[in-house]
């Protein structure tokens, strides 16, 4: 299967990186690296600029400085949509982000291709039905858990192969959040990369890799899975659960 | 009586027409730029002088010039759009309209200073001259013409943008720009061909409407407050408000013309204070 020289493979990696929204300074020299075909999540609480590292990762804040190495190359300065297409990047954001005037098959088929092993639209449909059935809808009529599927299914359709997921379980009734965790899981064995923001600890223990934990937009703490079951007083205590 | 009448609301067709491919562009443009071009009735103007001038000093006639003009005023807006304008995204809407207001008092004036206040005449092509006897009114046929290809032109632009892959690029970007440049999208490139399109449906207008009104430096500046209005009314940014209100606005101006004719001038801006009141996000506008 992996063999260990290609799970060495990095696809990305941060150092020092500092991000602002207009004067407001929120990441204070991130660093953090992410293999192919790595699970890891960024924890922390409220405000502590997970999604900010995520966002920064793809150039979307007023200004960022730092190192943000994609595929082995320098993207400080580039524009987000060739960030995007050189790290072949899916992103789903926190506010999921579907486009309220276009329907649900638009929005699906909306985003230029990144890769050529993307899925295609009949096996996404029969991953997620509802967006079949709700396909001529327009955005803004979807429910919150309509809208978070097809804001996944979106990038699966890309060809993507380093994800972005910013809390993709918030605000859903539990068994939405069990089929977005199958889903999940069944990305993590076809091989993807994936960088979770996730306020559901459960949700991501079992899948990840690694954890790194933010606080005042510092990384403070990496944690393996190996490590979880000793830890987990400390981590609960850290994320005020 | 019955003559009086038609003759007026086809005149109110006619402008009807122009006001709906200006509103069209200005809406496009708004949409994805968030800029409100000032100087979209000086790019009408110089889709019109262009037109006047290829065929004085390069002996290109009518239908080319529909084709061409259109293209080279639509690069020059795009020049326009990547060496100044785009500088001002992200700001106060303010700065954009002030920019493209200088534009248009800057193009203006420099046509002025070359060839005076005074109007060119534009012959009406050869195979649109004369016109059809309805037995009521007499129809001329370059006036239809311009009627029925308007018309065509601004459903081509609704259906690109409502039923095809560019225009929900259109749609997507309008509504959240960074987030679909995020999706790998090339969204300065789409606001810089959006630009360059607006304004060539500005100067299409334009040599449209050269061999109708007089080619003059100010024709622009005339129209361009009415359309203001009709985006106004129809609603900011809607692309099928725009040509449907366009084209009523034209209807109403020529029927007032008909019945009151001291009102014609400023019934567009009583409609416009009225439907402000109704509606403040105009007729077909999303309420806020």
């Known amino acids: 299967m992996t063999s260990a020289l290609e799970h060495r493979d990095e696809l990305l990696r941060l150092t020092d990186l500092h991000a602002f929204y207009g004067e407001s300074h929120i990441l204070h020299g991130i660093d953090l690296n992410v293999g192919a075909r790595e699970v890891v999540t960024l924890l922390g609480r409220n405000g502590s600029g997970r999604s900010t590292t995520l966002k920064a990762i793809l150039g979307l804040v007023s200004r960022r400085t730092g190192s943000v190495m994609v595929n082995g190359r320098e993207t400080i300065g580039m524009q987000p949509h060739r960030i995007t297409r050189l790290g072949r990047i899916g992103y789903c954001p926190e506010e999921r982000g579907i486009f309220a005037s276009l329907s649900a098959e638009e929005n699906l088929t909306l985003l230029p291709k990144v890769g050529s092993d993307g899925m295609p639209l009949e096996e996404i449909y029969a991953m997620f039905p509802n967006l079949l059935e709700r396909r001529k809808s327009p955005g803004m009529r979807l429910s919150g858990g309509e809208q978070q599927m097809l804001a996944m299914a979106r990038i699966l359709r890309v060809g993507a192969r380093l994800l972005l ?5 918030e605000g859903l009734a539990p068994v939405i959040v069990r089929t977005l965790g199958t889903v999940v899981r069944g990305l993590a064995e076809r091989g993807l990369t994936m960088i979770l923001v996730e306020q559901n600890f459960r949700f991501v223990t079992q899948l990840a890799d690694r954890h790194y934990l933010i606080e005042h937009g510092r990384i403070v703490d990496m944690i393996t899975k190996n490590e979880v079951a000793t830890r987990i007083e400390a981590l609960h205590r850290f994320l005020g659960v | 009586m019955i003559q009086a009448l038609s003759g007026q609301l086809l005149v109110g067709l006619i402008n009807g027409s122009f006001y709906a491919l200006l509103s069209l562009g200005l809406a496009i443009i708004f949409g994805l730029l968030d800029v409100v071009n000032f100087a979209h009735g000086a790019q009408y103007m110089l889709g019109a002088f262009v037109a006047w001038m290829a ?88 006036r239809m013409w311009v009627v029925v290809v308007s018309i065509a032109v601004c459903f081509g632009c609704w259906f690109m943008i409502e039923r095809t892959r560019l225009g929900a690029y259109l749609r997507a970007g309008t509504e959240n720009p960074v987030l679909l440049q995020a999706f790998g999208v090339n969204v300065p490139l789409i606001r810089a061909l959006t630009y360059g399109f607006g304004v060539a449906l500005a100067a299409f207008a334009g040599v449209m409407a050269a061999p109708i009104y007089q080619v003059t430096p100010l024709m622009g500046s005339g129209v361009i407050m009415v359309v203001f209005a009709v985006v106004v009314i129809g609603g900011m940014g809607s692309i099928a408000g725009s ?46």
């Open chain 1, 165 to 169: 997921l910013d809390e993709i379980t």
């Open chain 2, 55 to 142: 065929m004085q000093y390069l002996g290109i006639n009518y239908w080319s010039a529909l084709i061409l003009v259109p293209l080279a005023v639509g690069v020059l807006g795009m020049v326009f759009e990547q060496l100044v304008l785009r500088r001002l995204y992200g700001l106060d809407p303010l700065y954009g309209l002030l920019l493209t207001f200088g534009l248009a008092l800057v193009l203006e004036g420099i046509f002025q200073n070359a060839f005076g206040i005074s109007g060119k005449s534009y012959p009406v092509p050869d195979l649109l001259q004369g016109g059809t006897n309805l037995g009521f009114m007499f129809l001329p046929r370059y």
């Open chain 2, 243 to 288: 040509i449907i209100t366009g084209l009523g606005l034209g209807l109403i101006e020529g029927l007032t013309k008909f019945f009151y004719a001291p009102a014609s001038d400023v019934v567009v801006f009583v409609v416009m204070a009225l439907v402000l009141l109704a509606r403040p996000a105009g007729l077909f506008g999303r309420q806020l």
